[in-house]
């Protein structure tokens, strides 16, 4: 049977140390913000290459929480992608803040050059996502956050151990922002995420907000959130970041099967590498004539397939007040974007499956 994602096969391959890891916190009778958080907030820093890195509650509030540590509030703007989860445009929402949004390319990824004219006195920031496992166009963003005084915080909730130029998505902005909900591909059991960064004075800041904003307890120096990632999931993650590297490896060479079966494939178009960069194909995802066609025969043949996303941010209920507004290569792509089913414990078999039946599909 193929799974769009397997996370109990993981958790079978991973089982002894796991339950181990659990077993430990639970005799240690510390649940929250104790060494397990701590080990694993090194851990991370140090696979990525950064100095600091702070374990919250889930991806959204690392996003919330950096935008807050930067004191990005009402009336001032960040500039972000219209295409993607709408976490990263509702954490902009949640501090005041005003969503600038700036159509995509043909990696799915805000366009680095269209990012310019939108920049004005009110703009405070830029907020890009390395959607579906590799980095943004991120040297232009950056070189254009320079330029003009602008914070970087990436949503790197997708590009766990993706690099660009080998650097890790996530350390290129003065912060980069994951979550670990269980599907990504460092995923904990429940919800988790992580703030990371080189700066001290700002890493201080969020470790306060993530904490109620106490600087010690009950010492409230700021009005913070209560976003801190257990114990019981950081123990897990450090076990699983030590398979993350080839648990990404055993993705790209599922990626290069699915490409070398279906390159031929007129109907189709494959997921496009950036120049210099690394995917870790969280998702693989096509564009396809005759999408919801194709899914439904996909389906008939036992074969999941999902749509990430099948409405743009802008179009979404929740954001009323931009749905007037028309952003066509983003809307384009959800008339056409389909995930296959990727994931670590797939088989070459089951690519080999899922290929025939998308060439039998257009064949007929």
């Not at 639970?26 to 990525?48: C, D, P, R, T």
């Not at 980069?176 to 004075?201: E, M, Q, R, W």
């Not at 749509?307 to 952003?327: G, T, V, W």
Request: overall charge positive; aromatic content about 12%.
């Amino acid at each position: 049977m193929i799974l769009f994602n397997d996370l109990k096969q993981k958790y079978l391959y991973l089982q002894e140390e796991i339950d181990l890891a659990i077993k430990s916190v639970l005799k240690s009778g510390q649940y929250i913000l104790g060494e397990q958080v701590k080990n694993f907030e090194k851990e991370f820093a140090s696979y990525l290459g950064v100095k600091y890195c702070i374990g919250v509650g889930n991806g959204s509030e690392a996003l919330q929480i950096a935008l807050i540590a930067l004191d990005i509030k009402s009336g001032d703007e960040v500039i972000t992608t219209p295409y993607s989860m709408a976490a990263s445009t509702i954490a902009i929402r949640m501090v005041g803040a005003k969503p600038v949004f700036v159509d995509i390319d043909d990696y799915f990824h805000i366009n680095a050059e269209k990012i310019e004219p939108k920049i004005n006195s009110r703009t405070k920031a830029i907020l890009p996502v390395h959607l579906y496992g590799q980095v943004v166009d991120i040297e232009k963003i950056k070189r254009m956050a320079y330029k003009h005084h602008l914070y970087l915080i990436e949503d790197a909730a997708q590009a766990h151990g993706a690099e660009y130029k080998n650097k890790k998505a996530g350390t290129f902005g003065d912060f980069g922002c994951f979550s670990f909900y269980p599907t990504k591909n460092l995923g904990a059991f429940g919800d988790g995420g992580a703030i990371v960064t080189n700066n001290k004075k700002l890493y201080d800041k969020c470790l306060m907000i993530r904490n109620y904003g106490q600087k010690n307890r009950y010492e409230h120096e700021l009005c913070g959130l209560n976003s801190r990632l257990d114990e019981i999931q950081a123990a897990i993650l450090s076990v699983e970041l030590k398979y993350l590297d080839k648990f990404n490896k055993k993705r790209n060479i599922l990626a290069k099967t699915y490409y070398k079966l279906l390159k031929n494939v007129k109907y189709i178009q494959l997921p496009q590498i950036r120049r210099y960069s690394t995917h870790n194909f969280h998702l693989f995802v096509i564009e396809a004539y005759k999408r919801d066609e194709l899914m439904n025969f996909l389906c008939r043949n036992n074969i999941p397939s999902f749509i990430y996303y099948p409405i743009s941010i802008p179009k979404q209920k929740c954001f009323a007040e931009f749905n007037h507004l028309s952003f066509p290569v983003a809307e384009e792509k959800t008339n056409k974007v389909l995930s296959l089913p990727m994931h670590p414990f797939l088989q070459i078999k089951d690519i080999i499956y899922i290929s025939q039946k998308i060439i039998e599909f257009y064949e007929i």
